[in-house]
């Protein structure tokens, strides 16, 4: 199998493990708060283990201070995760999903502020495009306060994302399964005053979908996507990324019968276009390179083998 087929796949892979997130979450029973704690537990475990046996902790290349910039972007990805999945239940997976891809325009907006990034027309262009298309998807009517509350949420998740990215990117020369690990293990301190050991003690079979969240959705996702993304073009990452949200609709539809009206279905093209455009205006198309947005958390590295190589920022649920 070509390098470059062998990566479409695993990536492909990662992004259809990625769509059926939601129904682990819902299904485990549990609140978003010790989802997320377990999440972090079961998944630091999963990274821990495959960094220690491709011994990836030898010669790690951590300084305080890229530790400190990993934990800051640990507590940014694991709030994320929190109103991600708080969007879940107060709206539905599809919808929730839809409105975190709007990721990439805020990390547009933040290189704006902090780093006086130009924006360009073009990229303001899309902007207010994305915009009409959130508008349409939400399809809030007045007096829909669940649909607007989880529309807050998936957006605040989107924020939290692209903080994420901003810091991460700052890293290099750190293999991005350390710094996923690290930000997972920042997670179990600081969800820890949240989590209610004696609710999650009678979930019986939702243990089963919490270690899937850890070792599937955090462990084999994420070493998929790591080994995929040095094998691909920028562009190809780009366009099986949108694999996510599309199977996570279908997930949602299948599992739990819920659908976007008319309207909403108009405004999601105009989100998946603007996003993809805002993702590919700034990025090479050579394999490794940083698209502006991905699947996982964690950031493009430097100075290591190829299969270390990641997008700049990554992103899923």
């Known amino acids: 199998m070509r390098n470059e087929t062998r990566g479409t796949v695993e990536l492909t892979l990662a992004m259809v493990l990625s769509g059926t997130l939601g129904v682990f979450v819902v299904e485990s029973g549990a609140s978003p708060f010790e989802v997320v704690f377990f999440r972090c537990l079961f998944g630091a475990a999963a990274l821990g283990a495959y960094s220690l046996v491709r011994g990836f902790f030898a010669g790690h290349?951590?300084?305080?201070?890229?530790?400190?910039?990993?934990?800051?972007?640990?507590?940014?990805?694991?709030?994320?995760?929190?109103?991600?999945?708080?969007?879940?239940?107060?709206?539905?997976?599809?919808?929730?999903?839809?409105?975190?891809?709007?990721?990439?325009?805020?990390?547009?907006?933040?290189?704006?502020?902090?780093?006086?990034?130009?924006?360009?027309?073009?990229?303001?262009?899309?902007?207010a495009v994305a915009f009409v298309g959130l508008v349409l998807v939400s399809g809030v009517r007045p007096g829909e306060t669940a649909s607007l509350k989880g529309l807050g949420f998936a957006l605040a998740a989107a924020v939290l994302y692209a903080l994420a990215t901003f810091v991460t990117k700052r890293i290099t020369g750190i293999r991005p399964h350390l710094i996923a690990l690290v930000q997972v293990v920042v997670g179990l301190p600081l969800l820890l005053p949240f989590t209610d050991f004696g609710a999650v003690g009678g979930l019986g079979g939702?243990?089963?979908?919490?270690?899937?969240?850890?070792?599937?959705?955090?462990?084999?996702?994420?070493?998929?996507?790591?080994?995929?993304?040095?094998?691909?073009?920028?562009?190809?990452?780009?366009?099986?990324?949108?694999?996510?949200?599309?199977?996570?609709?279908?997930?949602?539809?299948?599992?739990?019968?819920?659908?976007?009206?008319?309207?909403?279905?108009?405004?999601?093209?105009?989100?998946?276009?603007?996003?993809?455009?805002?993702?590919?205006?700034?990025?090479?198309?050579?394999?490794?390179?940083?698209?502006?947005?991905?699947?996982?958390?964690?950031?493009?590295?430097?100075?290591?083998?190829p299969e270390a190589a990641s997008p700049a920022a990554t992103r899923a649920g």
Do not use: C
Request: charged share 10%; hydrophobic share 55%; glycine share 12%.
């Open 206 to 305: 939702g243990w089963l979908w919490l270690v899937g969240l850890g070792l599937i959705h955090t462990g084999l996702m994420y070493v998929l996507m790591y080994a995929a993304y040095a094998k691909l073009p920028t562009a190809k990452i780009a366009v099986l990324a949108f694999t996510y949200p599309a199977v996570a609709m279908g997930v949602d539809w299948a599992v739990y019968g819920h659908h976007i009206g008319l309207v909403q279905a108009l405004g999601v093209p105009l989100i998946v276009l603007a996003s993809l455009k805002v993702t590919l205006s700034g990025s090479g198309s050579r394999p490794g390179s940083a698209p502006a947005r991905g699947v996982a958390p964690a950031p493009r590295t430097a100075g290591h083998a």
């Open 61 to 127: 290349g951590f300084t305080a201070g890229k530790l400190g910039l990993a934990a800051l972007g640990g507590v940014f990805i694991v709030f994320n995760w929190v109103f991600l999945f708080e969007a879940y239940e107060a709206t539905s997976i599809s919808l929730a999903t839809v409105v975190y891809h709007t990721q990439p325009f805020f990390l547009v907006l933040l290189g704006a502020v902090f780093l006086r990034e130009r924006i360009s027309a073009r990229k303001l262009g899309w902007l």
